[in-house]
């Protein structure tokens, strides 16, 4: 069966410093993966997908990127973090519509 | 831009009451449908999905789709405490990633 590994699960960071979550999928090949972000009270807002090994397209243009090193790996990283990037980020994979997303990362920034 | 919406609630409904949950969107072409349960602090949790007019049922729960209105809904029967969360209507058209309304909160009050 598939499973979706994400950490850290929470995680307290100061403001200008670096960020790197990390995700992994077990049990398929090839999957879509998602970066969503849910702040306080509000939806899910997409980040990040891709379809395939260094495929990445980006929904909302900030200080966030994201990269597929290998197939069943996702990472999204930032470079200085901003108060605003305080929220719960999850990762997702899909194949054939469906999504399944991972335990979540709590951040706060600082 | 695509749009999924949702009364953001709460929604509150006696223990053992049908608790009823809408869902618009605005992109004709969507193919999937999702609902989605989130408990607090937690990630979404895939509790349904429907892809053809009409409805669908698993055990407690009934996804109703109407295309030509673009609505769809989730029912839960005998509605239990367990049931408090929020709700999240989430859609697709295709091989695009899903977009996700903001949720609807519902109480089970015992």
């Known amino acids: 069966s598939q499973t979706i590994h994400q950490w850290p699960a929470t995680l307290v960071q100061p403001v200008g410093s670096p960020l790197s979550l990390e995700c992994t999928v077990e049990g398929t090949s090839n999957p879509n993966l998602y970066w969503y972000r849910q702040a306080a009270g509000r939806g899910l807002q997409l980040l990040f997908y891709?379809?395939?090994?260094?495929?990445i397209s980006s929904e909302v243009p900030q200080n966030l990127s994201a990269s597929r090193p290998q197939d069943r790996q996702f990472i999204l990283s930032s470079k200085k973090l901003l108060l605003s990037d305080s929220g719960f980020y999850l990762c997702a994979w899909s194949v054939a519509a469906q999504a399944f997303f991972g335990q979540g990362t709590r951040l706060t920034v600082v | 831009q695509k749009e999924v919406e949702q009364n953001s609630g709460p929604l509150s409904v006696p223990e053992g009451a049908i608790a009823s949950l809408n869902c618009t969107y605005s992109?004709?072409?969507?193919?999937?449908f999702f609902w989605y349960r989130q408990y607090s602090g937690k990630s979404p949790e895939l509790i349904m999905s429907i892809y053809s007019n009409g409805d669908k049922e698993d055990g407690r729960f009934t996804a109703q789709l109407n295309k030509a209105s673009q609505y769809v809904s989730l029912l839960i029967r005998d509605s239990q405490p367990s049931d408090s969360a929020t709700y999240l209507c989430a859609v697709n058209g295709g091989n695009t990633p899903l977009v996700f309304g903001k949720g609807t909160r519902l109480s089970v009050i015992a």
């Open positions: 992109d004709r072409g969507s193919q999937s």
């Open positions: 891709s379809v395939g090994i260094g495929q």
